[in-house]
């Protein structure tokens, strides 16, 4: 089961996310990891929308335990998207393939599965944020999965060229 999904999961990076790393890094000149860590941002607000609602519903009701465990799933959230975001900066400058692109495998199978969970519950708007949240984590662990293109190169004259390091 876990090959099938490596496959699946290869094939989504090499035919979807790195094309979009791609495009997007030659048109505005953003790294992949610098994509990555928008993503994060908009998965942190789409986790506390999400939140949001039933946080102050325990709050007016005066349920101090409720309260008290969706303040605690509300930190828990964006801790895990913080540690993403620390380990999207820890492999930052590494060349070529990614190394998140395999130990990040297992990460991005529950996101999808709990994505497409999401889509056949959807309803309300805590499930559209929560939604939201989903996707913009998935495609940020995606694009943390994408290989660093290469250095490009400016001029060839008489066998000489300059390379130009990616900005990042």
């Given at each position: 089961?876990?090959?099938?999904?490596a496959y699946f999961d290869g094939a989504l990076i090499e035919r979807v996310f790195q094309p979009a790393a791609d495009t997007v890094s030659h048109h505005f000149g953003f790294d992949r990891l610098r994509i990555a860590?928008?993503?994060?941002?908009?998965?942190?607000?789409?986790?506390?929308?999400?939140?949001?609602g039933s946080l102050s519903e325990a709050v007016a009701?005066?349920?101090?335990g409720a309260g008290l465990l969706r303040v605690l799933l509300l930190m828990l959230?964006?801790?895990a998207l913080g540690s993403l975001r620390l380990a999207f900066q820890?492999?930052?400058a590494v060349r070529g393939m990614s190394p998140l692109r395999?130990?990040?495998?297992?990460?991005?199978?529950v996101l999808l599965a709990l994505l497409c969970w999401r889509l056949l519950t959807l309803g309300g708007f805590a499930n559209v944020a929560d939604l939201a949240a989903l996707s913009f984590a998935l495609c940020a662990l995606y694009l943390g999965a994408c290989a660093a293109p290469p250095p490009r190169c400016l001029s060839r004259k008489a066998g000489e060229g300059r390379m130009l390091r990616q900005p990042g």
């Open positions: 089961m876990l090959q099938r999904f860590g928008f993503c994060l941002d908009a998965s942190s607000i789409g986790w506390i929308l999400s939140q949001a009701r005066w349920q101090a959230g964006l801790l820890r492999v930052g395999v130990t990040m495998l297992p990460h991005r199978g």
